[in-house]
């Protein structure tokens, strides 16, 4: 079955840096990915997705997530790291109707 | 537009007593549907997912039981509840046959005691 591998369970930058969050998955042919963020005591919000179509896939709160099929990756990052995004981040794959996700990464933001 | 509800958001039970999560999405027809379980520091595991009414694929090996009934609600039960089973609890949907994004509810906590 496929699964993804966050590397990283926490992840802490200072307001203003580069966010990069990893993703790998493993799939046995070119699957959905997504990346979710999960505010405390909270459902997960979708903040992007790959379906095939644009390799460089921009999503909400200036996120963006490049699909690289010759690394089996899917990172998350944002240019500029702003305190309000301090959460969990869950990166995701699908296939066939079973939507799995990694172990999730703590984002924290320092002033 | 879709709109998924989850209840209870909160739940104490004593270990040993049965357990009834309910979801239910509105605006939809025939969505998939998926319960996860998020243990502190665990990530999100998931336990169940449904391609339709009494199709229910289990995941991991459990005291936990899945149902349902209806195109739009999946029930997760068990009959006794062990101290492991406390987390929090997540249901989820998405289209078919599209297969696209998952749209979350609010969860439930559940802790057991």
């Known amino acids: 079955a496929q699964s993804v591998t966050q590397l990283g369970s926490h992840v802490s930058v200072s307001e203003g840096a580069l966010v990069l969050l990893r993703c790998n998955y493993s799939?046995?042919?070119?699957?959905?990915l997504f990346w979710y963020v999960q505010y405390p005591n909270q459902g997960l919000q979708l903040l992007l997705k790959?379906?095939?179509?644009?390799?460089l896939v921009k999503g909400i709160n200036g996120f963006e997530a490049e699909f690289k099929k010759s690394e089996t990756s899917f990172h998350l990052t944002k240019p500029s790291a702003h305190m309000s995004d301090a959460a969990e981040y869950f990166c995701?794959?699908?296939?066939?109707?079973?939507?799995?996700f990694g172990a999730g990464t703590r984002l924290t933001v320092k002033p | 537009s879709q709109t998924i509800h989850q209840w209870p958001a909160t739940l104490v039970q004593p270990v040993g007593s049965p357990l009834s999560l309910e979801c239910t999405v509105e605006?939809?027809?025939?969505?998939?549907l998926y319960w996860y379980r998020q243990a502190a520091g665990r990530g999100l595991q998931l336990l169940f997912y449904?391609?339709?009414?009494?199709?229910i694929s289990s995941e991991v090996p459990q005291n936990l039981s899945a149902s349902r009934p209806q195109d739009r609600q999946f029930i997760l039960s068990s009959k006794k509840l062990l101290l492991s089973d406390s987390g929090f609890y997540l249901c989820?949907?998405?289209?078919?046959?599209?297969?696209?994004?998952?749209?979350f509810g609010q969860g439930t906590r559940l802790t057991v005691v």
């Open positions: 449904s391609v339709g009414i009494g199709q």
């Open positions: 995701a794959v699908t296939l066939s109707g079973d939507m799995r």
């Open positions: 989820a949907w998405s289209p078919w046959p599209m297969n696209t994004e998952a749209f």
């Open positions: 790959y379906t095939s179509a644009a390799t």
């Open positions: 605006g939809t027809s025939n969505p998939n």
């Open positions: 799939s046995s042919v070119p699957p959905y």
